[in-house]
């Protein structure tokens, strides 16, 4: 069974850094896109960043600049460097990675468990 754990997420003040961490378990077969959405207190979920395979990076206009994603060699943990933050920034953040458990899968959408970023001013 896949599973997607992440961590790193916490309080800091407004102008300060996080980094979360999402890993991948095993019983993959490959990975398409790895990535970041959030979800603010009372909102829907949106779209922070994804990496897909070969290292294409795309963001939230929100993000731009103070945001970068990152996967490690194998692909099977992405990061999301988070400068910069703001109180709007305050949210569930979620990795979500689209992929492969074998060969023949068809390619399936994964959710990680969520974790907690909260910035105050």
């Known amino acids: 069974q896949v599973q997607l754990v992440e961590s790193g997420g916490g309080l800091v003040q407004a102008g300060g850094s996080l980094r979360l961490s999402c890993a991948a378990s095993?019983?993959?077969?490959?990975?398409?896109?790895m990535g970041w959405y959030r979800q603010p207190p009372g909102k829907q979920r949106e779209l922070v960043a994804t990496i897909i395979t070969g290292g294409t990076a795309n963001y939230a206009d929100s993000v731009k600049g103070r945001f970068s994603i990152a996967s490690d060699n194998a692909g099977y943990t992405v990061y999301l460097q988070m400068n910069s933050l703001k109180p709007e920034d305050t949210a569930v953040y979620y990795c979500?990675?689209?992929?492969?458990?074998?060969?023949?899968?068809?390619?399936?959408?994964?959710w990680g468990q969520g974790t907690q970023v909260t910035v105050s001013s």
């Open positions: 979500y990675a689209d992929l492969k458990t074998t060969r023949w899968a068809p390619v399936r959408h994964y």
């Open positions: 095993e019983n993959i077969f490959s990975i398409n896109a």
